[in-house]
């Protein structure tokens, strides 16, 4: 009987078994809360300890650099708006291309008297130098931009941004949350360059939903979004989830150590499944930029994204027609309107993300299911003109 395949890893991953193993005693006998002072307590605040040293040392951070929140958006927002709490309004600038926990935060904070500038990209996803060298000559105050985007996959030369961000005196930040356990992160590294802040997330490398980290450099004032008993560092108040920041450890544990083997084995997926998707007529969006060994981004012309997704989960296979977050959305794609590509080709994509479990002979299934799926909407299309 033909299993179900899962090409969706970047809208979550499946929990790696360890880490699943190692939550457990969390979510039953192990009970305490971290704060408490009793020996339960003490417990469970030795093991957000070790989780928050996993996590720093997956991205070459300290662990006092580590606030752990409940996931990717609620960490962007707490830099978004916690930074510009402890700043007089200003401007702004974000890539037209982040995820929406980056834009509406943003947006929010234009009622507060911010100026909020979207920072070009280029036909292949990537920040434009010259438009970003433009914005940065305005002296913004925060400067927001992802490693990698979770759409397209396309990589940004972060290093290069913030160098130029921070001669400009500006906050840099960058979500990374699509990067981790795909390509190497190096906080230390970054923050050299001008990194002030990167944004983590659990369940995107193998760990559960609910626990994700801003990693912070100490010397960035943050006014916290959330108030209470004063936990992190009084940077997010509320009982520690210690279950899934336990997992969340491991899960950066297991990914790093995992990336490199990973990554060679999933590149090789890729180029087998693009090698396919063009002898179809695919268009492949940012193929030519630096990207993310695991995703493809991929449109058909005349045919409907979300069509073409249903038929192909009625196949037995799961695809995304963007980025999860989104999927209720019709409109198409802000990142691919941003790249430029034209409304009717955008409103045909379709995102693989690959994971480890997946194979050379998952990929060829999906080919063929997808070559006959197209070949029947490209006629039914054809019939109804």
């Known amino acids: 009987m033909f299993a179900p395949v899962y090409l969706d890893h970047n809208a979550t991953t499946p929990a790696d ?12 006998t192990r009970f305490g809360n971290a704060s408490s002072r009793h020996e339960y307590g003490r417990a469970a605040r030795r093991a957000v300890d070790e989780a928050r040293s996993q996590v720093a040392a997956a991205v070459g951070a300290h662990s006092t650099e580590v606030v752990f929140t409940s996931g990717g958006s ?27 926990c980056v834009i509406r935060p943003a947006q929010q904070l234009v009622r507060r008297g911010w100026v909020v500038q979207e920072l070009v990209v280029d036909s292949l996803g990537r920040v434009e130098p010259g438009r970003f060298e433009a914005v940065m000559a305005q002296k913004p105050k925060i400067v927001s ?21 921070r001669s400009a005196g500006a906050c840099f930040h960058t979500d990374a949350v699509q990067a981790i356990g795909k390509v190497a992160v190096d906080f230390r590294r970054l923050n050299a360059a001008g990194v002030q802040a990167l944004t983590l997330s659990a369940h995107k490398l193998g760990g559960p ?15 916290p979004l959330i108030a209470g008993g ?64 695991n995703t493809v981004y991929f449109a058909f ?6 069509t073409l997704v249903g038929k192909l989960d009625r196949a037995g296979y799961a695809v995304a027609s963007g980025a999860a977050c989104s999927s209720a959305n019709p409109e198409p794609s802000h990142v691919l309107r941003a790249m430029g590509v034209s409304p009717e080709l955008a409103r045909g994509a379709v995102r693989v993300s690959l994971g480890g479990d997946n194979t050379q002979e998952q990929i060829d299934g999906f080919l063929c299911t997808l070559q006959a799926t197209v070949a029947r909407l490209q006629h039914l299309t054809a019939m109804s003109v």
């Open 209 to 223: 939903k609910g626990a994700a980290a801003l990693v912070l450099d100490k010397r960035v004032d943050v006014e």
């Open 17 to 28: 078994p360890a880490v699943v193993e190692a939550m457990l005693p969390w979510l039953a």
């Open 145 to 165: 931009v992802m490693l990698a985007n979770n759409e397209t996959g396309v990589l940004q030369d972060v290093e290069w941004l913030a160098e130029r961000a």
């Open 74 to 100: 609620e960490a962007n927002n707490l830099l978004i708006k916690g930074a510009a709490a402890c700043l007089k309004p200003g401007l702004l600038a974000v890539s037209a291309i982040e995820h929406p």
């Open 301 to 306: 012309p005349e045919l409907d994204g979300e």
């Open 230 to 293: 004063g936990h992190e560092r009084g940077l997010r108040s509320g009982t520690e989830n210690v279950a899934a920041i336990v997992g969340f450890g491991l899960a950066c544990e297991l990914a790093v150590g995992r990336r490199a083997d990973l990554a060679r084995r999933l590149l090789g997926l890729r180029r087998q499944l693009e090698c396919g998707l063009l002898a179809c007529g695919a268009t492949i969006f940012g193929q030519a930029a630096e990207r993310l060994p």
